[in-house]
């Protein structure tokens, strides 16, 4: 007979989620529960929706005794057809999933899912582990009080809510000394950060009193920044802070102003541009990578050549290329589409546009003398999250080393201990 197995997380989408589930990891063990497989969704398209349902069934096939247990945004926006799942035991909704007591109480119903817009605060969890032990998440802020026309996010997580600056510090204090040199900042839309906190704190005040009050912590680094909501504080630290890394994600969308107003997002192209150029004129090492859409509704080739070009303009090396997917329920689920094989084809060109910013990116470093953290395998990332493999030495994960890059390897750099 087999022994009783530790819960299995399945973990769909997003940084936010790879951290949420760590949290759920922690708070089924606690609860007991053994030969269980949790799904952590994700509703940012239909596709992944789609590729849940197949993973859900295929758990099922091959662990027939095994309870399956479904959470996360997709079972938060529509439950019911989670919960009519034959395959399914229980569906958590998103604020729950988070919770101790959820994971502890027996199972009364099958479908178990509160009203997320009536959630109001985000608590932060205390993580112990993050696979790789080199680099951590943290949880800041959750929900979004934007409707971008293509987004059905806000209904899947709620309205913004910020986790407390105290409680960010001490869980920051709490990984750097389970051994993690670099954290990253999550959330859903990490710029809104604060203003639902006493004293209506922001992004860049939290940073600089996390970075005040754990000096041990080497490295930070931020996901998602929206262009036109970087505020004061955070523009200092670009400038002075050398702990922050000189790496930031934009949630561009696109580069064409009229596609941007019918995405309803907060930027103009120009924004976006004057935002990169102020970064790099304060920390000329900065790179920045960016969340693009190719094919929006109503999008001309016109259009799309203003987003093919900002590429460049801006500079952009790490792209994120999504084909533009109908999430129905959505505004833009309502406009007249762009057919689906000009999609593809402008997201292959956009992510051909990336390749070439990489190439040039990592042949530019030749010669540079960068810090890296390892990871495993004698790979590790630079502080602009450039991959580099060692040459020489080996060093434990969440090592820093010096190191002098001498050359690319493909998508990679190679580098000697300096």
């Known amino acids: 007979m087999h022994g009783k197995k530790d819960p299995e997380i399945v973990t769909f989408g997003c940084r936010l989620n790879t951290y949420e589930s760590e949290v759920m990891r922690t708070h089924a063990k606690n609860a007991g529960i053994e030969d269980a497989i949790i799904f952590n969704t994700c509703a940012v398209t239909k596709e992944a929706e789609r590729q849940a349902r197949q993973a859900i069934r295929r758990a099922r096939r091959d662990n027939p005794n095994a309870r399956i247990i479904v959470t996360g945004c997709a079972a938060q926006i529509?439950?019911?057809?989670?919960?009519g799942m034959p395959e399914v035991d229980q569906v958590i909704g998103n604020d729950l999933k988070l919770k101790a007591e959820t994971w502890g109480?027996?199972?009364?119903?099958?479908?178990?899912?509160?009203?997320?817009m009536a959630v109001r605060e985000t608590a932060s969890h205390l993580v112990d582990g993050f696979e790789g032990q080199t680099r951590a998440f943290l949880q800041v802020q959750n929900g979004c009080d934007h409707r971008c026309t293509f987004c059905i996010i806000p209904y899947g997580r709620g309205n913004s809510r910020s986790v407390p600056i105290g409680e960010i510090v001490e869980q920051t204090r709490h990984l750097v000394k389970a051994g993690f040199r670099e954290i990253v900042l999550t959330g859903v839309d990490v710029t809104s950060y604060g203003p639902d906190l006493p004293g209506s704190p922001t992004l860049g005040q939290m940073i600089r009193r996390v970075l005040a009050l754990v000096p041990d912590l080497p490295r930070l680094r931020l996901s998602s920044l929206d262009p036109v909501e970087i505020d004061d504080d955070l523009w200092r630290l670009i400038a002075e802070e050398p702990r922050l890394m000189p790496h930031l994600h934009v949630s561009l969308q696109a580069g064409d102003d009229m596609v941007l107003k019918r995405m309803k997002r907060r930027h103009l192209r120009q924004d976006a541009i004057d935002m990169c150029k102020r970064a790099r004129d304060l920390r000329p090492d900065m790179v920045f990578g960016a969340d693009i859409i190719a094919g929006f509704p109503t999008e001309t080739d016109e259009m799309f050549a203003n987003t093919l070009r900002i590429v460049d303009e801006c500079d952009l090396t790490f792209l994120h290329v999504f084909p533009y997917s109908e999430r129905p329920g959505t505004p833009a689920a309502r406009m007249p589409q762009v057919e689906k094989q000009v999609r593809k084809d402008r997201a292959a060109q956009l992510r051909e546009a990336g390749e070439r910013q990489m190439q040039k990116f990592l042949q530019h470093q030749v010669g540079m003398v960068r810090t890296v953290l390892m990871e495993k395998d004698n790979m590790g990332r630079t502080e602009q999250f450039a991959e580099v493999k060692l040459a020489d030495g080996s060093f434990d994960a969440g090592?820093?080393?010096?190191?002098k890059i001498e050359g690319v390897d493909g998508q990679h750099l190679i580098g000697r201990v300096a």
Not at 105 to 115: C, G, I, L, R
Not at 399 to 403: A, E, F, G, I, R
């Open 78 to 83: 529509d439950p019911a057809s989670f919960g």
């Open 105 to 116: 109480a027996p199972p009364t119903e099958k479908v178990v899912v509160n009203d997320i």
């Open 399 to 403: 090592t820093l080393v010096t190191v």
